[in-house]
């Protein structure tokens, strides 16, 4: 005897309903891929608030020496992206997410894996020619343009 015969709607409905009870339960149950993240010593600092300044500032220093410069505030769709920038004799030697979206978990989520990435490529190509992170575009594109503005306002 088949247990789905037609004669028998009750049980066809109570494994409809055990079968999708079963596979919702497998679906809520996987956890998001998340992978550590290696951090630099001052890389990647806690942002500063959202209403921060959005212009360009020098804080020492001259073309050859040690130069910090902060870029301008990038407004993305999902908040406000900032970077400060050190050079020293004209190298980048440090980038720093000053401002940066994680207002929710997801944000969170999404830029603890990408703004140590784009940091990274931006120490290893030395400009602002770097490449999106997948699953952060807004971020990256916002990234990119601080950093662009940090880097023109050094001249370089």
Do not use: F
């Amino acid at each position: 005897m088949h247990t789905l015969r037609k004669n028998r709607p009750l049980r066809r409905i109570a494994l409809a309903s055990a079968a999708t009870v079963s596979g919702m339960v497998l679906l809520l149950s996987l956890k998001p891929h998340t992978t550590p993240a290696a951090v630099t010593a001052g890389s990647a600092s806690s942002p500063a608030p959202s209403g921060s300044s959005s212009s360009s500032s020098s804080s020492s220093g001259s073309a050859t020496g040690t130069r910090t410069l902060t870029g301008d505030s990038v407004q993305t769709r999902y908040g406000p992206v900032q970077v400060r920038v050190t050079l020293t004799n004209g190298k980048l030697t440090d980038v720093t997410a000053v401002t940066y979206p994680q207002e929710n978990p997801r944000d969170q989520q999404i830029n603890s894996y990408a703004v140590p990435q784009l940091t990274r490529e931006a120490l290893t190509a030395q400009s602002a020619d770097i490449d999106t992170v997948s699953g952060a575009t807004y971020t990256s594109d916002g990234y990119r343009q601080s950093l662009q503005s940090a880097l023109d306002s050094a001249g370089t």
